[in-house]
């Protein structure tokens, strides 16, 4: 029997696929659409739903914001945070991530906000750490720039050294509830933590009390050197975008030589990769679903305006029919690398058309063929789970049946995927190490 592997999604609270021929009509703003979604993955039995999150409106294609507002791209989107609380409110096993940004909370913010999550979800709360990368956002937030990414892991480093703290500035037991001696809190079990580092101060305690989990599950999708550094040391689980399986494994190798350089058991870390799989009744008509949705000027647009947003490159700059310079960015390195295949000699035209499929083949088609190709992935890479992402940039009800009542299924019936989370409440940490 095959070891089955972990499945996650990766969204934002941002418009639906609102105008395409199965739409929801782009007005999630309630939440509600969002909250079936999730559902519907509970039903399927994933480990998380992760929201994504960046804090601007873009403007680095063509130096304009016309198309991110046109085709709603990066934003208009909600704030993950509520979202998240609703999402835990209607699910019971379900894991609920939450990108928060270490450049836009101050860290005691930050640690209250994800304690007062995990209380909510019942231990079922992951915050994804980023440092955000975006030049626009910065300036959002008071400054001219980002600082470089070395300095902006340095700060990582340190910020996430003061919230561990300050979550066990609430010691396990504190809350008493003693009728007898009226006692809410015992005191004793609550200390100041008087943090005091290169970037940051604090004196603690947190002034909520110790979550089910003690702290978030960490997420993080570190890319570069650096980032992958971060996120050895540092992550419980970690979501990447590579192109192919070579790739795929050697981040994942990579990643967990670090963590067991750092004294960490690599397998307390599962590496999460980016699948767009492209479902139909045969293989010819998901081929023609895909060519529905890529072939056209506007998906054009759409991936290089996405990828001019996270690396501030305007891809409009660029010949669709020459390779890519190499480049490097103060952005999303990783993502850039991903996107830019070197060495492949692909113009920028096919990068593109690669964008939906993300560069890995023969995952469209029936759920059947693309669920053994995807156990044919999972065991040349080594484990552990797959991060499903809409191919078509939005995301439609009819998507997600096909994903959580077509692939999912089958799956299943392969071995390859989890068919119960089992009786027992389980912190979402625990779920993530079940296997
Ligand atoms: C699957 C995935 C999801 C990500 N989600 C976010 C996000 O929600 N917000 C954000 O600012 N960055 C996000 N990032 C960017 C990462 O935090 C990171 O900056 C990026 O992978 C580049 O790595 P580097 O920082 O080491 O260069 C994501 C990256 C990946 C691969």
Known sequence: ????????????????????????????????????MAKAMERACFDYIMIEDTLMIADAYGDSMEAYLKYALMGPKGDPAPLAA?????????????????????????ARLCSTLDSIAQGRFGWNIVTTGENHAARNFGMDELPPRQMRYDMADEYVALV??????????????????????DHAKVKPIDFEGRFY?????????????GRPTFVQAGGSPRGRQFAAETADSIIAAASGTKAMK???????????????DPDDIKVFFIVTPVLAETEAMAKEKLAFYTSTEAFMVKVLAQISSVTDIDFSRFSLDEELPRMTTNGEQGSLEAFAQWGTGKTLRQLVADRATRGLDGIVGTPAAVAR??????????????????????????????????????????????????DAPMHLRDRLREF
């Open 1 to 36: 029997m095959p070891k089955p592997f972990h499945l996650a999604w990766f969204m934002n609270f941002s418009v639906d696929e609102w105008n395409a021929p199965f739409s929801a009509g782009g007005d999630p703003w309630t939440g509600e659409f969002y909250i079936d």
């Open 86 to 110: 609703m999402i835990a409110n209607h699910t019971s096993k379900l894991g609920v991530v939450a990108t928060l940004s270490t450049m836009a909370y101050p860290p005691f913010m930050l």
């Open 164 to 185: 561990k703290q300050l979550w066990d500035s609430w010691s396990p037991g504190a809350v008493v509830r003693d009728r007898a001696t009226d006692t809410y809190v």
């Open 201 to 213: 101060k604090c004196r603690g305690p947190l002034n909520c009390v110790r979550s089910p989990q």
């Open 250 to 264: 050697e981040y994942r190798d990579d990643i967990r030589r670090r963590a067991a350089e750092a004294g960490r």
């Open 373 to 422: 190709r995807l156990g044919e992935v999972m065991e040349e890479v080594g484990g552990d789970g797959f991060l499903i992402t809409s191919p078509f940039q939005k995301v439609s009800r009819q998507y997600v049946t096909e994903i959580c009542e077509g692939l999912v299924p089958e799956l299943q019936r392969l071995g390859l995927a989890r068919t119960s989370y089992g």
